[in-house]
């Protein structure tokens, strides 16, 4: 896999993860925990692309 498409493939399991936490917080009775741990594995994956595109 080369470093660009590896970096799309980041893109986008970033937007996945930004569209499953939306979907999540609307829903009544949010575990905030699930949440959560959506955000950090999100800033993860944001803190991975920024050392490829570094």
């Not at 979907?23 to 999100?42: F, H, I, N, Q, S």
């Amino acid at each position: 896999m080369s470093l660009v498409s590896h970096v799309e493939e980041l893109q986008r399991k970033h937007r996945t993860l930004q569209a499953e936490i939306d979907a999540v917080e609307r829903l009544p009775g949010t575990d905030y925990m699930d949440v959560k741990t959506l955000k950090l594995r999100k800033l993860r994956i944001k803190d991975e692309i920024y050392r490829y595109a570094s």
